[in-house]
């Protein structure tokens, strides 16, 4: 791919991710285009055998071979972009899974959408809603910024080649929303939210070591 291309696809990553920050657009209309994008770009990564400035657009140089300036600066420009769409637009990901995934309970009233980005959940096994039911708990409360510094950890952590870094972060996590997980909604919402957190960042971050 020439220069040119790669600075449009740059854009169009950039785009994405700003796409993705759109809240009054459903969750599932701002994933939508960041899942095309990456999987767009390890699809030309299978086709071409390199998704950035290559080999072929190199320069000669007396001690070898060495990236012209406007290929380094492309290349490193499409691998940030390609990053941010993993932090940023992990969250419209998350959330189109958690609204799928938990649909079902919305609908019959079992769970309900808290203020602060968590759920309402009651402490005992009565229906929301019901006249028995306690005073439902907001539970799972500032889950968008804990994905964004989880995703920015994992990525990172995958760049830099020490992914043990990956299960400390999950650790820390856990522990700190250990007794919010009482209920079975609460304790499925955090595994579905992590799991899809955590492989979306992975994706993110395989495309661009590719």
Do not use: N, Q
């Not at 907001?138 to 760049?159: C, D, K, Y």
């Amino acid at each position: 791919m020439t220069t040119t291309l790669w600075l449009v696809a740059a854009a169009v990553v950039l785009a994405t991710a700003v796409w993705s920050t759109v809240r009054p657009v459903p969750a599932v209309a701002r994933a939508v285009p960041a899942v095309v994008v990456l999987l767009a770009l390890l699809a030309v990564r299978i086709a071409t055998g390199t998704i950035a400035p290559g080999p072929t657009e190199r320069t000669a140089h007396p001690h070898g071979l060495v990236a012209s300036a406007p290929d380094a600066v492309v290349g490193t420009v499409l691998a940030a972009a390609v990053c941010l769409v993993g932090i940023v637009a992990g969250s419209a990901v998350t959330g189109a899974v958690l609204g799928v995934a938990m649909r079902g309970d919305l609908r019959r009233g079992d769970v309900r959408r808290g203020t602060h980005g968590g759920i309402l959940v009651s402490t005992r096994d009565e229906p929301l809603g019901s006249s028995t039911a306690p005073e439902p708990s907001e539970v799972l409360r500032g889950g968008a910024v804990i994905g964004f510094l989880e995703r920015f950890a994992i990525v990172g952590a995958a760049l830099v080649g020490h992914l043990e870094i990956v299960a400390a972060v999950i650790a820390v996590k856990g522990l700190g929303r250990f007794s919010e997980l009482d209920s079975p909604a609460a304790r499925e919402r955090f595994i579905v939210g992590t799991l899809t957190s955590t492989c979306w960042a992975g994706l993110a971050a395989a495309v661009v070591l590719l």
